[in-house]
């Protein structure tokens, strides 16, 4: 079973098709985050992985020819002065930096060996007759911080399940302008695709002026009201794994989506219970329990089986637990997805999304068309908590 493991914090130059991209085209490549200069939102996007990388290429180059500290760029010169020493020791540095961008692991799309067994994955996943044409913002912005390799895996199972329901239509975007109102407004559902972190906060907040820092904050203010707006007034909400952390100081968040990400104290195979086999959440498994391996996320702060219709959790004794230290949960409950209502609207949450097969898993696409389909308000479902219901 493969496993994706991305240490390394790295940002994502995106190519204009959501699930493409690549190497062959220059423009998706996961770069340590440190070697990237801040800049506003809008670049981050478009400056091109291929001019730093050449940029310090060229440094390096330049610094291990014979005597060749002596010919780098002027402000290569300036910066590790004239001594041969200097010149080794920022030759090593290049090389560390250049290790550090050969072992992170690239953000890469699905091959089309693996695009074909999302799409094989997708033939028997069934629908919800759509109440009418729905569309799903999939946002799967990472403006900072570590991102998840499964992304694009996500999006490919996202349009595989579109494609082969026609149930909704996604809208890949990581633009934040749609979520202004009025872009916003036009979409049944949002799908947070491993977002994570600030996602309305621009990277080089920290780096503008006065004026522009207070702008930023009321620009963020106001797209988180809108996204409280969105749900409460009868939308859904869809997040997946990563997206647990996002907005990690806004409290409401946590209230939305009823839980905070507390660490991943697994990353093995592990026996998943089904809470209630018969839910109509949960057709897609046949067993009361299942074996699976993903990072499994630990949760804290508002979940709670008094709020939440809990659908999945952890068997901790069946699964162990090789981390004791990071296990902070008195009551042993390690749900790994829900629904819940929020105002009018409808929250789901899937904790699963880390390893890349579990997107042409058949049993877990089933699982997030019916979150998805209930979070847009085509699929009913009882969302009692857990706790209260008969
Ligand atoms: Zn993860």
């Not at 995106?14 to 220059?26: I, K, T, V």
């Not at 109440?131 to 998840?148: E, M």
Request: aromatic share 10%; with cysteine.
């Amino acid at each position: 079973m493969r496993t994706s493991y991305n240490h390394g914090r790295a940002s994502v130059l995106e190519s204009p098709d959501p699930l493409r991209g690549g190497l062959e085209q220059g423009s998706r490549i996961a770069i340590p985050r440190e070697l990237a200069p801040l800049q506003k939102r809008e670049h981050v996007r478009s400056t091109g992985f291929s001019l730093r990388f050449g940029l310090r290429a060229h440094s390096l180059k330049a610094v291990l020819q014979p005597g060749g500290w002596r010919k780098a760029p002027g402000n290569f010169k300036g910066v590790c002065g004239l001594k041969p020493i200097h010149g080794l020791f920022v030759a090593v540095f290049l090389v560390a930096m250049l290790g550090g961008i050969l072992w992170a692991e690239p953000i890469l799309p699905p091959t089309p060996a693996e695009l074909q067994k999302i799409a094989k994955a997708t033939e028997n996943v069934t629908a919800a007759p759509a109440q009418a044409p729905r569309r799903v913002l999939v946002c799967s912005l990472v403006p900072t911080g570590y991102v998840h390799s499964a992304i694009p895996f996500g999006k490919a199972a996202l349009d595989a399940l579109a494609k082969k329901t026609g149930a909704f239509t996604p809208s890949f975007t990581d633009d934040i302008a749609a979520f202004e109102w009025d872009s916003l407004s036009s979409f049944d559902a949002v799908f947070f695709n491993n977002a994570n972190n600030e996602l309305f906060m621009p990277p080089n907040f920290k780096d503008l002026s006065p004026e522009e820092q207070t702008k930023a904050r009321e620009h963020d203010q106001r797209l988180k009201e809108n996204l409280v707006r969105f749900v409460q007034s009868g939308k859904g909400l869809a997040v997946l794994h990563a997206s647990l952390a996002i907005f990690r100081e806004w409290d409401e968040y946590g209230n939305i989506i009823g839980g905070r990400f507390d660490n991943h104290p697994w990353h093995q195979e592990v026996t998943i219970r089904v809470e209630e086999p018969g839910h109509p959440l949960l057709k897609a498994f046949k067993d009361p329990e299942f074996r699976l391996t993903d990072e499994i996320y630990q949760v804290k702060g508002p979940y709670s089986r008094a709020t939440h219709r809990v659908l999945l959790s952890l068997d901790l004794e069946k699964s162990g637990a090789p981390n004791l230290d990071k296990l902070h949960r008195e009551d042993k409950d390690y749900a790994l997805a829900w629904i819940k209502p929020y105002g009018h609207g409808r929250v789901f949450y899937c904790g699963l999304g880390h390893d890349h097969d579990l997107f042409w898993n058949p049993a877990i696409l089933q699982f997030l068309m019916d979150g998805t389909q209930y979070a847009i308000g085509d699929l009913a479902a009882d969302a009692t908590p857990s706790a209260t219901r008969k």
